[in-house]
């Protein structure tokens, strides 16, 4: 006679047994797609605000592309840094005699007051000071980033960061310091376009169009860049804003 | 529980090879024919071999009674594994002679010779595996001197293949293999042998689904499927009996047949 509630007990451990390597293979599935998930969730976070970030602004862009530079600082720049003071000093004394000829008929510009950003007082108040961990694309926006970027600039004379610096006071319309900023830059390297541009254009917001006009065409006769030409005939057709 | 839809069905897979058992398969019967066909002429001996299972011993049987209406046949289901003894009930059986004396083969021919038969006497032995190889050779010098013509049957594994060799290699004329059933014909074998039987409701309740269950766990033995359906059976007796609401009657229970197969050995659980 057979025993079924036995054989009942029996037929489901079987069943148990045969279903276990399925179960197994479902729960190890379920359980690295619990683990994979938020790792994925994160890097497409980080993603996300890489992307949006680098979209706000191109200086945002150039920002990032500083960082990079920063792995290989000009070590060379640094030293004519040094041994100058380039906050009392006349452009012409800081530019590289190899540089001097579209600049040496330029107007000799004045360095204009710009705060030494190690004296700069940072608000206390400032949000991106509360919290060091504050990840860095966010820093673009505040003064503390812009000091930062001055005193790395400072550090490495790199000329790329000269430009984002003067770009960014022209932008938020410190021309003094734009001024400032696109001279040193253009000391530091006398071959970029948008330096020379910010600089005649500051110039020109500080109201010294002839100067600007003379510094224009100076560097267009030495580089022949149309960028410059159209901002110079912008300058003399009043039509420059 | 005597009543039950399905005790007649459970008596009908108890394993007893009987010729009257026999179901026509249309694989089985071709082999049978063949077989019938081979008997039929003047050939020494015949091999019938197979895995265990696949229905040897039923078609020797089946063999046997067919052939018994019309000429001396004789059926060894148990081998007789003693010399001595086998020749004597060969020649008390077939030549109807009970020497006192020792028998010995060269005697065993003198009494075969005298006695003659309109058709060479037919010797069936199953399990022929049993037998020793000096029996066997004996049987071989008898059936050349055409004394008597031997069906036999041999389960086929590596060992066994080696002893037919051994023994047969130029001796045997004839072999036929047969095979483990596929899940169709293991449905017709079931149908047909509950149909036989008037279960034609239970015979109703067998699917393609069952079957390839049921083949997949006999792999197409007979043997271990007329146990599977044994116990399957006395499963849903008592089912029948203590809860048949559970019986569904338009197929049957995998759980069940799963739970006779554990019953019966073919699972390991």
Redo the contacts between chains.
Sequence with gaps: M?D?HK??R??F???V?SYAPYIIGLFVFFLVLIVITPKMKDSDKTEQIVSSENQKSSDAKMANKESSNILEPSMEFLQSFQTSTPLTVTPAAIIPKSVQSPRESIPVPKVLNVPDSSTLKIPASSPSLSSDKTISLNRNDSKLDIDSIERRFKETSNSNLGLFIARYHYDHGNYSDAYNFALKTNSINNKIDESWIIFSKSLVKLGRVEQAKKTLQLYISESNSDAARSLLESIEQGTFK | MENSLFSKPRDLFLDVVNAKDYVQIDSVSHMYQSLKNSVQKPLKMILLFGKPGTGKSMLLHKLHHDLSKHQKVLMFDIPIVDEDDFLRVLAQRIFGHSPREVMTLTRFLEIAEAVSYPEVPIVLLDEAQLYSSSLMEKIRLISDARAIKFVITLHKTDKEDVIAKEHFQTRIWESIELQNATAEELKVYIQKKLLKANCFDVANMFNDKNMKLITALTKGNYRETNKLLFSLFTLYCWYEENHSALIKYNALKSKWIEMAAIHTGLIRA
Excluded: D, F, Q, S
Aim: hydrophobic share 40%; aromatic share 20%.
């Design positions: 057979l079924i054989l009942e029996r037929w451990k079987y069943k047994k």
